[in-house]
């Protein structure tokens, strides 16, 4: 997935300002992901989502020490949001191998227990049931059993993550520590700080200050 374009960024301009504008165009990123991510189906969708975070947490990590103390919490959450997403990618990735590699036993072990039945006008069960592959059959169905069941397990999961992030206002609360800046720099002016939704920077969302701490 292509990043998206982050304008406006001055080579002469403070380092916090210009990561500001890289933040917020990185969490309209992540963001943009939803509703749809929520759809256990969208596969392709939740691999994008994961690149978004991975970007994001990259960004949070390199530089929250010049932003307010949110940001440490906010890479936290986003590598826990990315690493979620990865462990499900994992199994989309594994789990149509596996299930490839049955059918490919499959087709041998029917082809097999064919040619033992030469001429018999019927097939005899036994001979399925000394299939080459029997063991291997086993241990196959049950990798496609795990594998299914841990990727419903992590999406459940990732959605319980981003229920909670929602709740937290995490969205929020990394725009307004992203325009905080430490004693002595100067905050951005609004132009400078590109709020969301026309929230100035600097405005806590949740109408205090001790908000923006290092909570959830």
């Excluded at 982050?6 to 504008?21: C, F, I």
């Excluded at 256990?40 to 990259?58: F, G, Q, S």
Aim: overall charge neutral; hydrophobic content about 40%; some cysteine.
């Amino acid at each position: 997935m292509k990043a998206r374009r982050v304008k406006g960024l001055d080579p002469e301009a403070a380092l916090a300002d210009n990561v500001q504008r890289i933040v917020t165009v990185r969490v309209d990123e992540l963001h943009a992901f939803m509703p749809k991510a929520l759809d256990p189906a969208e596969v392709e969708t939740m691999h994008d989502m994961r690149i978004a975070a991975k970007r994001l947490r990259y960004i949070l990590e390199l530089t929250a020490h010049v932003f307010g103390p949110y940001t440490v919490t906010a890479s936290k959450r986003t590598k826990e949001l990315q690493d979620l997403l990865g462990e499900v990618h994992d199994c989309d990735v594994t789990l149509p191998r596996v299930l490839e590699l049955i059918e490919q036993t499959r087709q041998a072990d029917a082809a097999a227990v064919r040619a033992r039945a030469g001429e018999a006008g019927d097939l005899d069960p036994r001979l399925s049931a000394r299939a080459p592959h029997a063991t291997a059959w086993r241990g196959l169905e049950a990798m496609a059993v795990h594998l299914q069941a841990r990727r419903d397990l992590m999406f459940d999961r990732f959605v319980e993550l981003w229920a909670k992030l929602s709740r937290d206002g995490f969205r929020a609360r990394l725009e307004y520590a992203v325009a905080e800046r430490p004693p002595g720099v100067p905050s951005p002016d609004h132009d400078g700080g590109a709020p969301h939704d026309g929230q100035s920077a600097g405005t806590d969302p949740r109408g205090a200050r001790a908000g923006a701490g290092t909570g959830p």
